[in-house]
Protein backbone atom coordinates (compact mmCIF):
# COMPACT_ATOMS: atom_id res chain seq x y z
CA UNK A 1 0.00 0.00 0.00
CA UNK A 2 1.43 3.40 -0.84
CA UNK A 3 1.79 5.79 1.43
CA UNK A 4 -1.07 8.88 1.51
CA UNK A 5 0.60 11.87 1.16
CA UNK A 6 -2.19 13.36 1.89
CA UNK A 7 -3.84 11.59 5.41
CA UNK A 8 -4.40 14.38 7.91
CA UNK A 9 -1.03 13.65 10.38
CA UNK A 10 1.04 14.18 6.64
CA UNK A 11 -0.57 17.75 6.22
CA UNK A 12 0.20 18.20 10.39
CA UNK A 13 3.74 17.59 9.43
CA UNK A 14 4.09 19.81 6.38
CA UNK A 15 2.22 22.62 8.82
CA UNK A 16 -0.78 22.85 6.36
CA UNK A 17 -3.14 21.82 9.39
CA UNK A 18 -2.43 23.32 13.17
CA UNK A 19 -2.16 20.69 16.04
CA UNK A 20 -1.05 21.34 19.62
CA UNK A 21 2.65 20.47 19.98
CA UNK A 22 3.72 19.10 23.14
CA UNK A 23 7.51 18.23 21.74
CA UNK A 24 9.75 17.21 19.10
CA UNK A 25 12.77 15.90 17.96
CA UNK A 26 14.57 15.51 15.04
CA UNK A 27 12.53 12.76 13.89
CA UNK A 28 9.47 12.87 15.77
CA UNK A 29 6.58 14.77 17.07
CA UNK A 30 3.81 14.91 19.66
CA UNK A 31 0.61 16.66 19.90
CA UNK A 32 -2.63 16.51 21.29
CA UNK A 33 -5.50 14.31 20.21
CA UNK A 34 -8.48 16.63 18.86
CA UNK A 35 -10.84 13.70 20.71
CA UNK A 36 -9.10 13.27 23.98
CA UNK A 37 -10.41 10.02 25.55
CA UNK A 38 -8.44 10.23 28.58
CA UNK A 39 -7.52 13.56 30.52
CA UNK A 40 -4.07 13.02 29.07
CA UNK A 41 -4.25 11.62 25.29
CA UNK A 42 -1.66 12.84 22.89
CA UNK A 43 -0.12 11.30 19.88
CA UNK A 44 3.47 10.42 19.01
CA UNK A 45 4.12 10.44 14.97
CA UNK A 46 7.53 9.47 13.18
CA UNK A 47 7.96 12.25 10.86
CA UNK A 48 9.07 9.49 8.34
CA UNK A 49 6.11 8.31 6.05
CA UNK A 50 5.22 5.37 7.39
CA UNK A 51 1.75 4.36 7.46
CA UNK A 52 1.73 1.49 10.04
CA UNK A 53 4.56 -0.04 11.77
CA UNK A 54 5.22 -2.63 9.80
CA UNK A 55 6.33 0.44 7.29
CA UNK A 56 8.27 1.62 10.33
CA UNK A 57 9.66 -1.40 11.11
CA UNK A 58 11.11 -2.30 7.18
CA UNK A 59 12.33 1.30 6.01
CA UNK A 60 12.59 3.47 9.32
CA UNK A 61 16.64 3.89 10.52
CA UNK A 62 18.05 3.10 13.57
CA UNK A 63 18.24 6.78 14.79
CA UNK A 64 14.41 7.33 13.70
CA UNK A 65 13.45 4.18 15.69
CA UNK A 66 15.30 5.43 18.77
CA UNK A 67 14.16 9.06 18.35
CA UNK A 68 10.61 7.86 18.58
CA UNK A 69 10.78 5.94 20.83
CA UNK A 70 12.69 8.34 23.00
CA UNK A 71 9.99 11.07 22.21
CA UNK A 72 7.27 8.78 23.52
CA UNK A 73 8.87 8.82 26.81
CA UNK A 74 9.58 12.36 26.80
CA UNK A 75 6.44 13.47 25.83
CA UNK A 76 4.58 11.41 28.75
CA UNK A 77 6.90 12.89 31.41
CA UNK A 78 6.33 16.35 29.94
CA UNK A 79 2.47 16.08 29.69
CA UNK A 80 2.90 14.42 34.05
CA UNK A 81 2.01 11.06 33.85
CA UNK A 82 5.73 9.24 34.02
CA UNK A 83 5.22 8.49 37.59
CA UNK A 84 1.23 7.91 37.47
CA UNK A 85 1.30 5.55 34.33
CA UNK A 86 0.24 5.53 30.95
CA UNK A 87 -0.86 3.15 28.69
CA UNK A 88 0.38 3.05 25.17
CA UNK A 89 -1.51 2.00 22.06
CA UNK A 90 -0.61 1.93 18.55
CA UNK A 91 -3.58 0.60 16.15
CA UNK A 92 -2.10 -1.06 13.07
CA UNK A 93 -4.63 -1.71 10.17
CA UNK A 94 -8.17 -2.39 9.96
CA UNK A 95 -8.70 -5.22 12.53
CA UNK A 96 -7.38 -2.38 14.79
CA UNK A 97 -9.21 0.44 13.53
CA UNK A 98 -6.49 2.49 12.28
CA UNK A 99 -7.79 5.57 11.12
CA UNK A 100 -4.89 7.46 10.26
CA UNK A 101 -2.59 5.88 7.50
CA UNK A 102 0.52 7.28 9.50
CA UNK A 103 2.15 5.34 12.48
CA UNK A 104 1.44 6.66 15.39
CA UNK A 105 1.31 5.72 19.34
CA UNK A 106 -1.43 7.13 21.52
CA UNK A 107 -0.79 8.33 25.02
CA UNK A 108 -3.28 7.76 27.44
CA UNK A 109 -2.88 8.52 31.10
CA UNK A 110 -4.35 10.74 33.60
CA UNK A 111 -7.13 8.67 35.13
CA UNK A 112 -6.53 6.02 37.45
CA UNK A 113 -9.93 4.13 36.12
CA UNK A 114 -8.77 3.16 32.64
CA UNK A 115 -9.19 -0.53 33.32
CA UNK A 116 -7.32 -3.74 33.14
CA UNK A 117 -6.46 -4.72 29.90
CA UNK A 118 -9.53 -7.74 28.78
CA UNK A 119 -10.03 -10.47 26.19
CA UNK A 120 -12.04 -9.47 23.19
CA UNK A 121 -15.26 -10.86 23.66
CA UNK A 122 -16.98 -12.99 20.44
P1 LIG B 1 -6.28 5.80 15.08
O1 LIG B 1 -7.66 5.23 15.16
O2 LIG B 1 -5.81 5.93 13.65
O3 LIG B 1 -5.31 5.03 15.95
O4 LIG B 1 -6.37 7.22 15.75
C1 LIG B 1 -6.30 8.42 15.04
C2 LIG B 1 -6.44 9.53 16.06
O5 LIG B 1 -6.18 10.76 15.40
C3 LIG B 1 -7.84 9.65 16.68
O6 LIG B 1 -7.73 9.50 18.09
C4 LIG B 1 -8.30 11.05 16.27
O7 LIG B 1 -9.02 11.71 17.28
C5 LIG B 1 -6.99 11.75 15.95
N1 LIG B 1 -7.11 12.81 14.96
C6 LIG B 1 -7.77 12.75 13.77
N2 LIG B 1 -7.66 13.90 13.11
C7 LIG B 1 -6.91 14.73 13.89
C8 LIG B 1 -6.45 16.07 13.72
O8 LIG B 1 -6.69 16.75 12.74
N3 LIG B 1 -5.70 16.57 14.74
C9 LIG B 1 -5.39 15.84 15.86
N4 LIG B 1 -4.65 16.45 16.79
N5 LIG B 1 -5.81 14.58 16.04
C10 LIG B 1 -6.56 14.03 15.06
Redesign the pocket.
Known sequence: MAYDQNN??AR?LRGE?P??KVHENEHALA?????P?MPV?V?VIPKGPYANLAEFNAKASVEEMSAFMQAVAETAKMVGVEDSGYRL???NGED?????PHF?M?IFGGRRIMGRMIKAQD
Do not use: G
Not at 31 to 35: E, G, K, L, Q, Y
Not at 96 to 100: D, I, K, N, T, Y
Open positions: IFIICKFHDINQHLVANAHQEVHH
